[in-house]
């Protein structure tokens, strides 16, 4: 069941201006979206993820964000904590998941999309 605070609560802490929602990158609204789908499903409450993101930002320091991504490496390493606390990865899958794509980056041609191979 979604939590009912959860939409308010979502879009009170997106970042944006009066255009709408402002990611610098696309990883950004990525995690965005996959915190929110997440909540909505019922994996973790709005205000779980709130305190989890609140601790998160509270740990950086201003030269971590001096590049402005600071808000969404926090809201990353949040989403991070919430899914392996509740089973649905594993630090070892994340890590494996991350090297995989690093590679497939590595390995693509210039201009060409990078695609996970299949495992």
Same mark, same amino acid.
Do not use: C, I
């Given at each position: 069941m979604t939590d009912p605070n959860f939409r308010a609560a979502a879009e009170a802490v997106l970042p944006g201006d009066?255009?709408? &929602?402002v990611f610098r990158e &696309?990883?950004? %609204?990525? %995690?965005?979206?996959? %915190?929110? %789908?997440? !909540?909505?499903a019922g994996h973790f !409450?709005?205000?779980?993820?709130?305190? *989890?993101l609140s601790?998160?930002?509270?740990?950086?320091?201003? @030269?971590?964000?001096?590049?402005g991504g600071g808000y969404y490496r926090a809201w990353l390493a949040a989403l991070e904590e919430l899914t392996d606390g509740r089973g649905l990865t594993s630090p070892d899958e994340r890590s494996s998941r991350q @090297? !995989?794509?690093? @590679?497939?980056?590595? *390995? *693509? &041609?210039h201009g060409s999309p990078v695609n996970l191979p299949s495992d």
């Amino acid at each position: 069941m979604t939590d009912p605070n959860f939409r308010a609560a979502a879009e009170a802490v997106l970042p944006g201006d009066e255009a709408g &929602p402002v990611f610098r990158e &696309p990883w950004q %609204a990525q %995690a965005f979206a996959m %915190a929110v %789908a997440l !909540s909505a499903a019922g994996h973790f !409450s709005w205000a779980d993820w709130a305190a *989890t993101l609140s601790r998160k930002l509270a740990g950086q320091t201003a @030269e971590a964000d001096a590049d402005g991504g600071g808000y969404y490496r926090a809201w990353l390493a949040a989403l991070e904590e919430l899914t392996d606390g509740r089973g649905l990865t594993s630090p070892d899958e994340r890590s494996s998941r991350q @090297e !995989s794509w690093a @590679e497939a980056y590595r *390995t *693509t &041609p210039h201009g060409s999309p990078v695609n996970l191979p299949s495992d």
